[in-house]
């Protein structure tokens, strides 16, 4: 005959515990994987511009990132991303190169798309549309979320890939083309995967489409 | 293959630092020191010790800010004679402050990369030399940038037949940095070595001790014509710097 033995109330404190502590662990680890919970996606449909035609829309994981774009600073690279943007080009660039909380870079056509990563070339691919000549301006500040055409060490080498920077950069100023400014969306940027104090990312996050406003 | 590949990668990516400073001008571990300045030079420091070059050649520490801050007005009040402009022509932006600067374990006071637009300095050099060192750098930069205006040949050409440099700077142990009492066409031991280094030596000397040198020149007609050599076409590039 088997002889049934009653939990002591410290057992089932216990028991109760353990239950709570699994059920906290399970529902934190899906809700901490997932980075985007609570990032604003930005609705397009709730946004208005007074200038739509120099908007452009950058969408990834965890939402849509609104760049405001300054063809009166620096016309010919505004010009030249519009292009990109409009073939489609940014379309899987990867943001192969991330420092955190401080920039992210992404854009290179050639060896920088997710389904096409080459790291032992990232960073030197061309876009077959040639290279810019600089356009340097020393009034603009690299504040939080503004765009940058990225180069090689010199200058006019501008071609496709960008920065964004993610906190002020002083000494940027004067370095580096300005193409316009994040407007809405600089928390999901923050959101983009980091090397970890490393130059390159592994496996990294990327652009899922890039469009001009007026074309979604 | 892949693996090999993989973990050659995972090796360089975690052994690099990038921040906004080392992806514009290839220095890991640097952090503003002065930004803003009249002639648009930008001083950074060292937080950390770092290695670059070629096979990490070049090594250097992390300054003491102490010691970085007691020597600044002179390092300061020595670059201020160079404008905007000239700095620009020559490709100087950026000057890295750091102690123990090292290039393939041989301690020198200053790296000059005019691809970076960066001068190294070792804010530990020799105190005596220390501002000649400065403007000695600055020529390798000048010279660099304006090769066509600074031929070996024809500078190496006021020599006594008879006299021959060195194959390289490094590979002889012509490396002393006193002024010669008698110059017979050098200022100084180091003048010896190679051509570009003996250029350097007049100009450091004519930035630092113009008196000394104008006095040296009256007596030695090869000095003289190498000290004109160099101010005729400096001032091809800016007539204010000499």
Known sequence: MIKTIKASKSEKILFIFLICLSIFAFTSFFLLKNKCLFVDKNNLNKLNFNNPDNIAVMNVECGNVIIELYPNISPKAVERF???????????SAFYKVSENTFVQAGDIEYGNINNLDYSKIGSGKSGLGLLKSELSNDFKFTEGSVGFA????FDTE??????TLKEIPIYQGEYTPIGKVVYGLDILTNIKTGNKAIYVLRPDYIKTFRMFNSN | MKILFLFILIFHISHVNADEIYNLIKIPNLEIYKLKNDN???????????KIGINKNISCDKVNINNLNSKFPLIEKNLN????????????KYIVFCENLFISEINTGGIPDNKNRTLILDINFNKKYFERMMHHEIFHMIQNTHIE???ENKFSSFNMTSFNY?????????LNLDLYEKTDGFLTEYSKSIPSEDMAEIFSFLMTDKEIIEDKINSDKILNNKVNFIRLNLAKIDKNIL
Do not use: H, P, V
């Not at chain 2, 648009?40 to 770092?50: E, P, T, V």
């Not at chain 2, 700095?87 to 100087?92: P, Q, S």
């Not at chain 2, 060195?166 to 012509?174: F, L």
């Open chain 1, 82 to 92: 519009k292009i990109l943007i409009e073939q489609k080009m940014y379309d899987g």
């Open chain 1, 151 to 154: 180069r090689a060490t010199e």
């Open chain 1, 159 to 164: 071609d496709s890939e960008f920065f964004i």
């Open chain 2, 40 to 50: 648009n030079i930008r001083y950074l420091s060292a937080k950390g010790d770092f």
């Open chain 2, 81 to 92: 004679r160079y404008n905007s402009n000239f700095l620009n022509k020559i490709k100087l």
């Open chain 2, 149 to 151: 205006y600074f031929d």
């Open chain 2, 166 to 174: 060195a194959e390289c700077s490094t590979c002889s142990d012509r």
